[in-house]
């Protein structure tokens, strides 16, 4: 036990919770090299302070593969591709697996072609988006990352849910080391969110969910049953049907409402599609002068005069930034919900739940 947090949670160094989410994995049949990467791309979600994305998510993982909905020892293998395009077949492994391999191939396509994009068909749920994208920066490359996700949104004015969240990130490097990170949903939020605030028991902010006839609900389980809204009407809307198509159709995969559920049907491949891109920033400008650059550019949106309440303003991914700086030195805050979940599913395998550093 690492200190105590706020509402019943605990703060618990990320290298504990890394190496038992490994071990989890591992009885769970994943090769340790794979469980060490699944584990380091869920707890980095929660550095960055998003919870509903990061060790959370294994309870529901261990539990795919245990229902024969995952391949926990697929490795996936290149298909085709042509110039510095990349075709790969995630083979139903985990989807950070497929994420990390993909990622992987648009970066060295991009070392020959100055951009490189890999498309990813036959994968799952593979957590934060800004991991993937952010692989690209210690390569002195601007990386993005997409995927298409099971359907919780409506098509603008429909009330049927047809489409992903559509998740998106963009990496771009600076000088001084603070990257500028765009990580979003195409809806108001992420659906990981909504099940958090009702694993918490937590009434919705107005806005962020629809029941199943289309109005406006602030209940979790009934948004749960119901659509997520876009974000920004109909511009995220066709943003997510974009995305969609990009990931899940160009890829060969799974697209609309063929794409298999996280929590439901875990017998079954969910069949998601990724893709990725990395830009050499060489290929445009000398890398340094880039760089220096970007640090102005930053600078600049750091002076900007302020709104009238407003204490500081942050460039996208500086307020994640300063997160995985505190909870590097501070621990990972875990509630309690989430420690008895990581307890069942350890116990559920065989191990001691106190690998995970709480009693």
């Not at 994009?117 to 990386?143: C, D, E, K, Q």
């Not at 990496?171 to 939020?189: C, R």
Request: with cysteine.
């Amino acid at each position: 036990m690492n200190g105590q947090g706020n509402t019943g949670t605990l703060r618990i160094q990320r290298k504990v919770l890394e190496q038992a989410a490994s071990k989890v994995l591992e009885a769970a049949g994943v090769p340790k090299p794979n469980a060490d990467t699944v584990a380091k791309v869920l707890l980095f979600a929660d550095q960055r302070g998003i919870e509903s994305h990061g060790i959370s998510k294994l309870p529901i993982y261990v539990k795919r593969i245990q229902d024969g909905g995952v391949n926990p020892g697929a490795a996936p293998r290149i298909i085709g591709g042509k110039g510095g395009i990349v075709r790969i077949d995630g083979m139903n492994a985990l989807g950070p697996i497929a994420g990390v391999f993909g990622m992987e191939q648009a970066i060295e396509a991009a070392r020959t072609h100055g951009i490189g994009v890999a498309s990813v068909r036959n994968s799952n749920h593979f957590g934060v988006t800004a991991y993937y994208s952010m692989m690209a920066l210690p390569h002195g490359m601007i990386g993005f990352a997409f995927s298409n996700a099971n359907p919780t949104v409506a098509p603008w004015g429909g009330k049927e849910a047809m489409v992903g969240t559509s998740p998106l990130s963009v990496a771009i490097p600076s000088g001084s080391g603070l990257p500028f990170v765009i990580d979003m949903a195409t809806t108001t939020v992420a659906r990981g969110k909504i099940l958090l605030y009702a694993r918490n028991k937590k009434p919705l902010p107005p806005g962020w969910a629809l029941d199943s006839e289309g109005k406006e609900t602030t209940d979790p389980e009934v948004a749960l049953k119901g659509l997520l809204t876009p974000l920004g009407g109909a511009k995220g809307s066709g943003l997510a049907l974009l995305i969609d198509i990009l990931c899940g159709l160009l890829s060969g995969s799974k697209y609309l409402t063929d794409v298999g559920h996280l929590y439901t049907g875990t017998d079954k491949p969910q069949g998601i599609g990724h893709l990725f891109l990395a830009l050499e920033i060489d290929a445009f400008l000398p890398g340094k002068q880039f760089l220096d650059e970007m640090d102005r550019y930053i600078e600049k949106i750091h002076s900007c005069p302020r709104a009238e309440g407003v204490e500081r303003l942050y460039i996208p991914g500086e307020i994640e930034y300063e997160s995985m700086m505190k909870t590097e030195r501070e621990g990972v805050e875990v509630s309690s919900i989430t420690r008895e979940e990581l307890a069942r599913t350890a116990e559920s395998l065989g191990l001691d739940f106190r690998i995970f550093g709480f009693f």
